[in-house]
């Protein structure tokens, strides 16, 4: 029979919160690129030289980063809540 | 300061700044979606997680609602959209096929074609003429579509196209794009991760050049000492000098030939000088890249097969050890020498004194050797020699130390503005002092040249381009714009046949002589046919062809119905053909070969065609000449080989066409010709002649990508 020792699992305990934390990073970088995109489109609003299709394409994008922020920070939540129910030790 | 006085980074009053702005969106852009990219594969990583996986099994509530939840996140239309790059086994291939089945594409490949489209817009800004590139229009089709979704997969279509690299080949201005584009479309995630690294024009030199790709190229090199022909040799300088150099490479513009001199100097010592060609547009290539993005690469590599041929041409030239040596190019020519400056084995063996890059992207570029002078001549407008990214007019200066002559020169169109020939004519009448600063330190290389000889460089991995139906014997022809091989070949052409019946009358007097030749009946009709060919790849260069020819009978024995039976055999068993009444061709060269070889009269015009797609169109202002429509069904027809007649003095001359492609019959109800000149020219004034300047044509005879080669022109016995 096999069984974990208990510093392998406080180790995959560790690594699984580590994830969570890089989540929510990226969550918020993922709304640092929304803004980025949307500051984009404004300055290419300003441009005559820019085609139609930008701006509504960037919008676009932009709002789907905002939703990709919301469900890795939702992603990040649930990790965190099943890291911290285990029982590790 | 460059040496036209301008200082770089200066908005020009002709528009560049909304080009420098999208340009710097596009940027931008494309450093989001490289972000997202990260974003996702880090997001896979942890839903990949074998503690996850373990403790999910263990205690599933919790557990699946944590997987659920990054698996969302991973995979939401709304959100990062299904981007499964980052595990080749595993959930992350599960994931994978299940967006190609649900035909999803990633957020980050939307981004990065938005990054594109943004690009090409810029480069259309500052050089309208590009959007007449064979590669840009392919590449406008496929990413201008409605919707972004669509535009990726179109993209996507066109980067599987083998028949669509030799065009994106030619997109300099937006390769790194490109490779960063297909980066994020390839679903092989170790490939996408090696491209990501070449991606965006900012990284390919970053690494050390023995530091490769994962996708090194296998190609083999190789040199062949070959001899130049007379006219060629004329051509050659007999003492060192940079214009002279810079000549030398015009002379070997075409063939994938380098010239090795040795020089003796003012001092006695005699030196090397290596020059290398860059590749022409619209001109085969010797080493035919087996796609876009290898091709790039190599251009960062010392490890490519162009370089390891450059030094079996060194090794076989017999140059000694510790020899002075200055390495002379254009285009992507230069770019090679410079990597080989770049590589410290190279340089341990000889002395790399000089790097001279003419129009060539090296502003990244570094010599082994501190000691080596370089030189890179620059024109702004030249799009092919800003490559690495730093866009023209960019105050970014990486090299201090460098000669660099970055010029704002007369030429803006591209491909002129990338061609030798008017570099070598910038160097002369613009930029004099530049030149000097060059000739200045070439003085070692400047005195007699003792020893000339050519090499070709091979790729033995890979078969010519053309290969096997454009690999023939060739000879060379004399003309009064240089010596021309034939057959002269076409590597890339599109064409549609519009086939008019006309009156036999007209047709015949239109002909010259008084019993020969004789148009073929078709009952009281003749057949006339207004050829359209675009040529975006040949031997003679790229150019547009209209050309207005009548089918003929066999010289000697006309007899009726001739045509119907000649069809049936081999086309150089033809006795009938078609005779050239006019031709209209939009480069120089071309017409002085139709003139001159085939015996054609071939005039000069200006044209655009687009014969690719269902819609067919061509324009000529000069003629007062359009053609447009849509090509109906069409069925499979066989090869289209033809003989064509033209005449020199009194004699009739025969050319043999050969081609290979898919030709296809189609109704030309949805094709109309149209002229709109009052001109009596020569095109005009026959097609009113024969009844045809506002018809439709009964029958278009159409193939929208093909190869061809023409034979030189046999003038037959009067």
Same mark, same amino acid.
């Given at each position: ?21 890089? =989540? ?6 993922? /709304? ?37 922020? &919301? ?5 990040? %939540? ?12 | ?15 560049? /700044? ?63 959209? #299904?981007?499964?790059?980052? &595990? ?61 979704? %669509? ?7 066109? *980067? ?11 997109? +300099? ?65 007999? %003492?060192?000098?940079?214009?002279? *150099? ?20 003012? @001092? ?9 060609? +860059? ?45 002075? =040596? ?19 084995? *190279? ?21 082994? @050797? ?25 105050? *970014? ?18 491909? =002129? ?47 010519? &381009? ?138 000069? !015009? ?19 000449? $359009?053609?447009? #429509? ?19 003095? @009194?004699? !009739? ?11 296809? =019959?189609?109704? +030309? ?7 709109? $000149? ?41």
């Amino acid at each position: 029979m096999v069984t974990e020792s208990p510093r392998a699992t406080t180790a995959s305990a560790d690594e699984l919160l580590a994830h969570t934390g890089t =989540l929510r990073a990226d969550a918020d970088l993922m /709304d640092g690129y929304a803004r980025q995109l949307l500051a984009t489109a404004a300055t290419l609003s300003g441009c005559p030289a820019a085609p139609g299709w930008s701006r509504p394409a960037l919008e676009q994008q932009a709002a789907a980063c905002t939703t990709a922020a &919301e469900q890795l920070r939702t992603a990040a %939540e649930a990790l965190e809540t099943h890291t911290r129910a285990g029982d590790w030790d | 300061m460059r040496a036209d006085g301008h200082a770089p980074g200066r908005p020009t009053p002709d528009g560049q /700044d909304a080009g420098e702005l999208l340009r710097r969106c596009a940027r931008d852009v494309v450093d989001v979606a490289e972000g997202i990219r990260a974003v996702s594969a880090r997001t896979g990583t942890a839903l990949s997680a074998p503690p996850l996986t373990a403790s999910a099994r263990r205690r599933p509530r919790t557990g699946l609602a944590a997987q659920w939840a990054l698996l969302r996140a991973l995979t939401n239309k709304q959100g990062l959209g #299904g981007s499964a790059i980052t &595990e080749p086994k595993g959930v992350g291939q599960v994931l994978g096929a299940a967006r190609a089945v649900l035909g999803r594409e990633s957020l980050a490949a939307l981004v990065a074609v938005t990054s594109l489209r943004l690009r090409i817009a810029a480069v259309l800004v500052d050089h309208p003429e590009f959007g007449r590139d064979p590669g840009m229009r392919r590449l406008m089709a496929a990413v201008t579509a409605d919707r972004d979704l %669509e535009a990726v997969r179109a993209l996507r279509a066109l *980067f599987r196209d083998r028949g669509a690299q030799r065009a994106l080949c030619g997109l +300099g201005p937006l390769m790194a794009e490109l490779v960063a584009v297909r980066a994020l479309l390839d679903e092989d995630p170790k490939r996408d991760a090696a491209r990501w690294a070449l991606a965006a024009g900012r990284e390919p030199s970053a690494g050390p050049p023995h530091d490769p790709p994962k996708e090194t190229d296998q190609g083999q090199g190789a040199a062949e000492a070959v001899d130049l022909t007379d006219q060629e040799r004329q051509f050659i300088a007999t %003492e060192g000098s940079f214009l002279g *150099f810079l000549r030398n490479i015009e002379v070997l513009s075409s063939g994938g030939r380098i010239l090795v001199q040795n020089v003796r100097g003012p @001092d006695g010592v005699v030196r090397y000088v290596v020059q290398v060609p +860059g590749m022409a547009p619209g001109r085969p290539r010797s080493d035919a890249p087996q796609d876009f993005v290898r091709a790039w690469h190599n251009l960062f590599m010392t490890d490519s097969p162009h370089t390891r041929s450059v030094l079996l041409a060194l090794a076989d030239y017999g140059i000694p050890r510790g020899a002075d =040596l200055a390495l002379i190019g254009h285009g992507e020519g230069g770019l090679a020498l410079m990597n080989l400056a770049r590589d410290e084995e *190279f340089c341990r063996t000889y002395r790399v004194t000089h790097v001279v890059a003419v129009g060539s992207p090296v502003d990244n570029k570094k010599p082994a @050797d501190p000691r080596t002078w370089v030189a890179a001549v620059t024109n702004q407008h030249d799009i092919m020699a800003v490559l690495d990214g730093r866009d023209a007019g960019s105050a *970014f200066d990486p090299h201090p130390h460098w000669h660099a002559v970055d010029y704002t020169g007369p030429t803006r169109v591209f491909p =002129l503005c990338h061609m030798l020939r008017e570099y070598i004519e910038h160097l002369r009448t613009v930029i004099p002092v530049a030149r000097e600063g060059v000739d200045a330190a070439l003085t070692p290389y400047r005195g007699p040249i003792v020893r000339t000889q050519a090499y070709q460089l091979k790729d033995r991995a890979r078969p010519p &381009e053309g290969y096997p139906f454009l690999t023939l014997p060739t000879s060379s022809i004399p003309t009064t714009a240089g010596p021309v091989d034939v057959p002269v070949r076409y590597y890339d052409s599109s064409a549609a046949h519009l086939c008019f019946p006309v009156p036999a009358d007209a047709a015949r007097r239109l002909l010259p002589g008084v019993t020969r030749p004789t148009p073929s009946r078709l009952g009281r009709r003749a057949l006339a046919v207004l050829s359209l060919y675009e040529h975006r790849c040949s031997t003679i260069g790229p150019y547009t062809e209209i050309a207005l020819s009548v089918l003929v009978d066999d010289l000697w024995r006309p007899r009726p119905y001739d045509i119907a039976t000649d069809l049936l055999r081999r086309a150089d068993l033809r006795r009938t053909g078609r005779y050239v009444l006019s031709l209209a061709v939009t480069s120089d060269e071309a017409r002085v070969v139709a003139r001159e070889i085939w015996g054609q009269p071939a005039m000069r !015009t200006t044209a655009e065609a687009d014969l690719m797609g269902r819609e067919i169109g061509v324009r000529s202002g000069d003629l007062g000449l $359009t053609v447009e #429509g849509r090509l109906g069904p069409g069925v499979r027809c066989p090869e289209a080989d033809w003989t064509l007649y033209g005449r020199r003095a @009194d004699s !009739t001359v025969r050319t043999l066409v050969r081609a290979h492609g898919r030709l296809r =019959l189609h109704p +030309g109800t949805g094709v109309r010709l149209r002229l709109d $000149t009052a001109a009596a020219e020569p095109l005009a004034g026959q097609l009113r002649r024969l009844g045809i300047d506002r018809a439709r044509p009964l029958l278009v005879l159409a193939c929208p990508q093909f190869m061809l080669h023409r034979s030189a022109g046999a003038v037959l016995p009067r």
